[in-house]
């Protein structure tokens, strides 16, 4: 039998967005669902990105700068690094395929800790890369031991996830410190940070800070999550600057459009309001944790701007009774169900049901 596509992208998962609101509220016959399901912040925009964008618009009949000159040298500022170790693209998970793009060929090894992000072995099939899945500990965390044990010859790529996705658990300095010492300087380490503006323990290390000076570390960020910029789809990493020069090489044109660097650059005007919705986030999370473990969960402390169940066999029957309730979550059959944190009204609500499925 002939065919068109890949045989081996048949084993391979899709990748799963939230459920759509509209979907679950028709469903039900109810007024409005409220979905925890995607790690948005449920804010709105921030101030002055609804007026960038609208201005940009004006102008979509032409191609937005290739360069992202403006944006990069205004978030190379920012940081404090050199605009050329800047490499804008379209949301940090795209950045990270571009990453793999340009590190890996067939048969090369990428290293990451699973449970994680769920697109880290869709990017490796994608680039015909070997995933090396190391299970996480007992606590839901990274196994970096195991990680740096796991790196062989064929290795090239190593994701970090911190915080990690979905589990919220984290890595301290102390345990960066000695894995990074551990790896091959010819491996990469991609610290993936699209959650850092919501972490509030000072032993969790920022990585472009306390690594970024490594030849072989990149730091990936996304606007996606504490900026809001989750529909415009912006996101930015910052390397050596031979590392960063090679991503461009390969990364999709225009692919950071027009409205996103509008929006981008509306947005990091607004860095104080970032910082108190972050705030409130944090509250949120504290209180949603206390309340679910007085329910008997065991709830890992999180860092990022949700939180993780760990279910188990228990994840389907969990995020179904959920949604009949009218609240979308995130389940990982079989493992357990992430919940983003949300508006203290929609929390109230997810506790609610929360309770009534697990009383």
């Known amino acids: 039998m002939n065919r068109l596509t890949r045989a081996d992208l048949d084993a391979l998962p899709n990748y799963v967005p939230g459920r759509s609101v509209a979907d679950l509220t028709r469903e039900l016959g109810i007024a409005e669902a409220v979905k925890l399901a995607s790690n948005e912040v449920p804010y709105g925009p921030l101030p002055g990105v609804v007026e960038a964008v609208t201005e940009a618009v004006r102008t979509v009949h032409r191609y937005p700068d290739m360069g992202v000159v403006e944006l990069r040298d205004r ?8 605009p050329s170790r800047v490499v ?26 699973w449970r994680s992000f769920e697109a880290y072995p869709i990017i490796a099939a994608g680039a015909g890369a070997t995933s090396i899945r190391v299970p996480n500990t007992a606590a839901h965390g990274h196994d970096l031991a195991a990680i740096a044990e ?3 010859d064929q290795t090239r790529l190593i994701f970090v996830c911190n915080p990690n996705n979905p589990t919220g658990t984290f890595l301290r300095k102390d345990e960066l410190d000695r894995f990074l010492a551990d790896v091959p300087s010819d491996v990469l380490v991609v610290l993936d940070e699209a959650y850092r503006e919501f972490v509030t323990d000072p032993a969790v290390p920022d990585g472009l800070a306390t690594y970024g000076d490594r ?24 390397a050596q600057p031979e590392v960063a020069a090679a991503v ?50 065991d709830v890992p402390d999180s860092q990022a701007n949700f939180v993780w169940l760990p279910l188990g066999d ?23 169900v992430r919940v983003t944190i949300g508006t203290p009204e929609e929390n109230d609500q997810f506790l609610a049901a929360a309770e009534a499925a697990l009383g």
Request: hydrophobic share 50%.
């Open 75 to 82: 978030i190379g500022a920012w940081l404090g690094v050199d």
């Open 88 to 113: 804008t693209g379209c949301g940090s998970v795209a950045l990270a395929e571009i990453l793999v793009k340009a590190t890996c060929l067939p048969g090369d090894e990428i290293v990451y800790s």
């Open 150 to 152: 796991a790196v062989t």
């Open 215 to 238: 030849p072989n570390v990149v730091v990936l960020r996304t606007m996606s999550k504490a900026w809001g910029l989750a529909g415009l789809r912006m996101g930015y990493l910052v």
């Open 248 to 297: 461009r090489k390969v990364v999709t044109p225009f692919s950071t459009s027009l409205v996103a660097q509008a929006a981008a650059l509306a947005a990091l005007d607004a860095e104080d309001e970032v910082r108190r919705r972050c705030a409130l986030v944090v509250t949120e999370r504290a209180r949603v944790t206390e309340a679910l473990r007085k329910i008997s969960l």
């Open 314 to 336: 228990r994840t389907a029957g969990f995020a179904a009774a959920c949604e009949n309730r009218g609240v979308i979550v995130r389940g990982f059959h079989p493992e357990g």
